[in-house]
């Protein structure tokens, strides 16, 4: 049955179910927020019946809820789902049965799920009930939204993405001034949505000191949407009084420390309500893959690295990263500057530009590892 073709109304309506997941990114704990349509057409053309994200925190999933908005009118309509619907009896029943129960006639699924109680049994489980399913529609497009989900899943680890504002000569900076604005407020915005889609945001200690930066998203209704902040910070050098340990009581923050740091500064910065990772050193460097499967367990999915030079030259040199975005603003910074690890002459090999985009003054480029 999966040799029925998809056709243009099918990748329509996926794009559809896509643009639906992409609502509770970041809001779902350590489940994929996935997109559901249910779709019929009685002759008068088609009809979108019932629609479903995978809830805050991961339950219930989408499926469930699009069956229920659709009620009787799901009987003998086609769902659209971004991800293989689930074949295992979890916190939820398994929604493939939801949807049999409900009379589906037809599955047209996107991304395949890599959860070893649903991986191909959630498909084969519809099949049997005589569902016609057609796999793989938009699966990239899917995937591209899930990625935090599915690496997690694979690598135990969460999805890396290296966000970078260089100047049009390739810098990201000025030695000792501080932050120093590369590019403009519409590009800013693109930055603070991004944050407001990942679990967590890092960056290392230099950057804490140099521009004391507060790292939440800021957009107009998203305040509530801000990631967990982490500090690279072997010697918790992160000063009490910082803006990020200020704000430790309302969003989170993590900081990192060897064993060795004085209980003093442990004592301190715990007091002003930060939350400490221990962390394992090697050379004086933080083991990095050690820390991103302390995340992944610690439920962090998707991981957002946004400076500086320093720490975005660790996590591309132990090639952790999996999507770069490159912020370019069209003035230059000059000689003084801090040159960046990478710029558009010189991505890593094994990234491959997945899409690009005029943000006001600024250009956005977006590579994924391949
Ligand atoms: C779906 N639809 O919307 C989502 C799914 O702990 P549980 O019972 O919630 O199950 C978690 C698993 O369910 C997760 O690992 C993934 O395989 C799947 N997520 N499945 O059918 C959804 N979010
Ligand atoms: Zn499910």
Known sequence: MSGVSGNENDRRLMAAAIRLSRRHLGLTGTNPSVGCLIVRDDGNGQQIVGRGVTALGGRPHAETQALEEAGEAAHGATAYVTLEPCAHHGRTPPCSEALITAGIARVVGAASDPDPRVSGKGYAMLRNAGIQVLEGILAEEAADLLAGYLIRSIKKRP???????LSVDGKIGRAGQGQVRITEETARRQ???MRAEADAILIGI????????????????????SPTRIVLDRDLRLPPASTLARSAPEVPLWVTAAKDVSPERRAALLAAGAELLGVETFEGHIALPELLEDLAARGISTL?????AFTAGEFLG??????LCLFVGPGEIGGQGIASPIDLDHIPSGFAKRREARFGGDLYFEYVRA
């Open 206 to 225: 230099g950057t804490a000191l140099a521009d004391d930066p507060l790292l939440t998203c800021r957009l107009p209704g998203l305040e509530g949407r």
């Open 191 to 193: 930055v603070h949505l």
């Open 304 to 308: 957002m690295v946004e400076g500086g």
């Open 159 to 165: 999805e890396v993405t290296l966000k970078l504002a």
């Open 318 to 323: 132990e090639g952790l990263v999996d999507r």
